[in-house]
């Protein structure tokens, strides 16, 4: 069984610029979480969706935005980067859509804002 | 705000000795727990998880705390081996209510264990 897949894994962008990643959640997981990962800072809960509806944000910008798709698959996306953007960012998927969590987390993806 | 914390940044044991990490929260609404545990390059991976209405889980070498009271949780790795060493996480989230894929995590403890 695929885990969560997330593309791309490293990537270099510069102050202004935009990006957009994409994570592919387990197959017949529904709930696909987001966390951006700095150090020091632990995992920060960005956003959750579940049948491709945000339930759930954490404290973040407008900046930061996602979505998901029909098969679940989903993006989240980071506009007018800054310099503080520099982090791994987590994707998760999990089959319980509430209650007990356990996510599975992809690999992440590295980005660094230049 | 940080409603869970893990106060040691990094802990050193040598290999077959007891490792014991721990976590403290202060939001009592949190009613369920997880350990993660993460090597360099890769998402974190599940290890261990308790409810509230416990206050001991065992999976192997690994046995989860809770003491509600206290708001603390440890994590037990006995005997501790050197591919354990990585950075432990400790979630907490609120299980009853619309947490909806919202753990919050403590910063991490980076243990390393000597053969």
């Known amino acids: 069984k695929a885990g969560v897949t997330q593309t791309p894994r490293y990537l270099i962008k510069t102050r202004g610029q935009q990006v957009t990643l994409s994570c592919s959640p387990i197959s017949g997981h529904r709930s696909v979480s987001w966390y951006q990962q700095t150090p020091g800072q632990g995992l920060q809960f960005l956003f959750e969706?579940?049948?491709?509806?945000?339930?759930n944000k954490g404290n973040f910008p407008g900046r930061f935005s996602g979505r998901q798709f029909s098969n679940s698959r989903s993006e989240m996306n980071v506009s007018t980067l800054e310099l503080g953007d520099s982090a791994l960012y987590l994707c998760?998927?999990?089959?319980?859509?509430?209650?007990?969590?356990?996510?599975?987390f992809g690999a992440g993806s590295r980005l660094t804002v230049l | 705000d940080q409603q869970v914390k893990q106060n040691s940044p990094s802990l050193s044991v040598q290999e077959g000795r007891i490792s014991i990490l721990n976590c403290d929260y202060t939001n009592s609404m949190f009613d369920y727990f997880l350990w993660y545990k993460k090597y360099p390059a890769e998402g974190p991976t599940f290890l261990i998880s308790i409810s509230s209405i416990k206050d001991k889980n065992e999976d192997g070498r690994f046995t989860v705390f809770l003491n509600k009271s206290a708001k603390h949780l440890s994590l037990h790795i006995v005997p501790s081996q050197p591919g354990d060493s990585a950075v432990y996480f400790c979630?907490?989230?609120?299980?009853?209510?619309?947490?909806?894929?919202?753990?919050?995590f403590g910063q991490g403890t980076i243990l390393t264990v000597h053969p």
């Open positions: 998760a998927s999990s089959l319980n859509p509430t209650g007990a969590n356990v996510l599975t």
């Open positions: 979630a907490a989230v609120n299980a009853g209510g619309t947490s909806y894929g919202k753990l919050t």
């Open positions: 969706y579940f049948s491709e509806t945000q339930r």
